[in-house]
């Protein structure tokens, strides 16, 4: 996926945070790695799981959330797409 791409999902202007956003991108991609789903950007649904971890982890870098004694989870709607890619 194209920085670019990337970018506007996010709303970003100009190319300070370029280095971020392509750090962001990089993990996204081991983190559904690690989750049993191949790097495919054939596939909108990947495209979209991506989008949304970049977007998850560049607006909320620094904050932390805990409800119940336990972490705050990815967004109900990632979890999903999660569950989506693992069965094709």
């Known amino acids: 996926m194209e920085k670019e ?18 750090a962001l991108q990089m993990s996204a991609e081991e983190y559904l790695t690690k989750e049993g789903i191949n790097k495919d950007y054939t596939k909108e649904l990947y495209k979209l799981a991506i989008k949304l971890l970049v977007v998850q982890w560049y607006e909320y870098r620094a904050v932390v959330l805990f409800e119940n004694n336990c972490m705050h989870q990815l967004p109900y709607n990632l979890d999903a797409i999660i569950t989506q890619l693992k069965k094709v």
């Not at 791409?5 to 392509?22: C, W």
């Open 5 to 22: 791409e990337l970018k506007l999902y996010l709303r970003v202007d100009g190319s300070e945070e370029d280095s971020l956003i392509t």
